[in-house]
Nanobody, 123 residues
Framework: QVQLVESGGGLVQAGGSLRLSCAAS????????MGWFRQAPGKEREFVAAISRYGGTLYYADSVKGRFTISRDNAKSTAYLQMNNLKPEDTADYYC????????????????WGQGTQVTVSS
């Protein structure tokens, strides 16, 4: 069992930056692949980024490549999503997720989910 708590969301102007954090508690953090997903109002949840257990492999949705960076600090049991050059279409609730299996752009469900943090990008 692992508990995930996101933080770092907020309101930002287009072109601005935010860094989301996902703090994990429970079992060994490095046992899990970590992912970030988002859900905009009226839309389905979509994959944003994922990172392997020790950070050696990264995956990104095409819509965020070059702007977002996923990372993790296993010593702190925390995953991060650095979001730069934000656009209004990035407005959504952002969720971190953990899974024992690999998390990629094709992943729909994960073992564990956080409660989400809201990101609003104004134009």
């Amino acid at each position: 069992q692992v508990q995930l708590v996101e933080s770092g969301g907020g309101l930002v102007q287009a072109g601005g930056s935010l860094r989301l954090s996902c703090a994990a508690s429970g079992r060994t953090f490095s046992s899990y692949y970590m992912g970030w997903f988002r859900q905009a109002p009226g839309k389905e949840r979509e994959f944003v980024a994922a990172i392997s257990r020790y950070g050696g492999t990264l995956y990104y949705a095409d819509s965020v490549k070059g702007r977002f960076t996923i990372s993790r600090d296993n010593a702190k049991s925390t995953a991060y999503l650095q979001m730069n050059n934000l656009k209004p279409e990035d407005t959504a609730d952002y969720y971190c997720a953990a899974d024992h299996a690999i998390v990629t752009a094709d992943t729909v469900e994960c073992d564990y989910w956080g409660q989400g943090t809201q990101v609003t990008v104004s134009s």
